[in-house]
Every structure is written in structure tokens, then in C-alpha cells.
């Protein structure tokens, strides 16, 4: 197992736009993190899954955004109609259901111009 | 609201020096991990402290998590430059969900 993948690395959208990023997991792993970082920040907590089912989702995360997990396999996150603040490294992490450790991806980097 | 706080928030140093990085909280945690990440990674988990006044050692890393469970310390001892990197200290939430709450975390500069 090559580790948590994350895809695209980087990503550059002028406002307005939709982008989508895809996070592939440690295989098996069942639980599926998503945060959003800024520059010399920790991690804000943005949605997680259990398999394929969203337990939380963050009051950060607006209309604007959705993550989905089908098959309980890889997951998406969307932004819809993208600002300016939205520009931060996306990170993913996955763990075992009874083991907080976290592995995480190598992020996604957006940046909205 | 849980709350994790790191200081400082920022350190430089020489090669060769000691160093403390503080989390804390006014909540207790079952248990605090520590991560430490580089510049356009992810970051990487170093140690999961669980019982308190428990202390964990990784080569020159110290870790110790306060006997309340509301705090933890990493101490570097003759620190290089390979440790630079931004330290970030985290723990579950109350709920035990799995989601982990993060601190702000620590940059820390070592100069040769």
C-alpha cells in the first residue's frame, strides 16, 4: 500500500469556478477525514466518513461544499462557485475505526485568483 | 468548545540547541498525538501519548503528556536542521468520533 494519495497536488481556479479533488485511502482503513489548512496553521476539521456513510460535517463547510465516499472506497470534495478565501491546502486522512492515528495525503494546494 | 494551544508559536534556532514546544488545554483529552509536517506535505504522526505523566522517547524527541491529561511538551535535545518543520499537537474530540482537533502548531527554524 502506497499510503493516502491525494490528486490534483495543485490546482489554480479564477473565482467563480468549481473544482474537485479526489483522496484514495489506505485500503484498509475505514474512516476518511477532510480538512482544510492555511499557511503556518493546524488543520480545521472540515468532514469525515465511516465507510461510505458522512457522520460530520463541519458548520465551516458552506452549501458550497460536498464530499462524497461512494462505496466507502475513495472520496471527492467539491467546491462549487469558488472565492477567494477558499484558496488553502486541502488535506485527506484516513485510520483504522479504533486508532486515532492519522495517515494523511500529501494535500491538494488551491489557490482562487 | 476543546481548544488546543501551542507555544510558541514560532522558534528559531542554532543547530545543537534545546528546545520545549507547549500544548495545552483547559479540557481533557484521552489521549494527545504529536505530528510533525514539512512545506507542502502532509503531516507525518510521530507519537500518541495515553496515560498521563506519561513520557515517550523518538531518538532526540521527548514527549510528555501531563499527568491531568491537559497538556503535553515536546523537548528536542541538540536539534539539526532536518528537524525543521512546523509541530502541531492533536487530540480527539470529547465525542469520540475519530475526528481529531488540532493546535495551532509550532514553526520551528534550525540554522546550521
Known amino acids: 500500500d502506497t499510503g493516502v494519495s491525494q490528486n490534483p497536488r495543485h490546482k489554480i481556479t479564477k473565482r467563480g469556478q468549481n473544482v474537485t479533488f479526489r483522496c484514495d485511502p489506505i485500503s484498509e482503513h475505514n474512516r476518511l477525514y477532510w480538512y482544510r489548512q492555511t499557511l503556518g496553521q493546524g488543520p480545521e476539521f472540515l468532514t469525515y466518513?465511516?465507510?461510505?456513510?458522512?457522520?460530520?460535517k463541519s458548520r465551516l463547510l458552506s452549501d458550497r461544499f460536498s464530499a462524497e465516499r461512494p462505496k466507502g472506497s475513495f472520496s471527492t470534495l467539491e467546491i462549487q462557485r469558488t472565492e477567494q478565501g477558499d484558496s488553502a491546502m486541502y488535506l485527506c486522512?484516513?485510520?483504522?475505526?479504533?486508532?486515532?492515528?492519522?495517515?494523511f495525503g500529501s494535500g491538494t494546494r488551491l489557490t482562487v485568483v | 468548545t476543546q481548544l488546543l494551544e501551542q507555544s510558541p508559536q514560532f522558534l528559531s534556532i542554532q543547530e545543537g540547541e534545546n528546545l520545549t514546544v507547549y500544548c495545552n488545554s483547559s479540557s481533557v483529552f484521552s489521549s494527545l498525538q504529536w505530528y510533525r509536517q514539512e512545506p507542502g506535505e502532509g503531516p507525518v504522526l510521530l507519537v500518541t501519548v495515553v496515560t498521563g505523566g506519561e513520557v515517550k522517547k523518538l531518538k532526540r524527541l521527548t514527549f510528555q503528556f501531563g499527568d491531568a491529561r491537559k497538556d503535553s511538551s515536546l523537548h528536542i535535545t541538540a536539534a539539526q536542521p532536518g528537524d525543521t518543520g512546523l509541530y502541531l499537537c492533536a487530540g480527539p474530540n470529547s465525542g469520540n468520533t475519530g475526528k481529531l482537533i488540532f493546535g495551532q502548531g509550532t514553526t520551528l527554524q534550525v540554522k546550521p
Open positions: 486522512a484516513s485510520s483504522l475505526l479504533t486508532d486515532y492515528g492519522y495517515t
Open positions: 466518513f465511516q465507510n461510505e456513510a458522512q457522520l460530520e
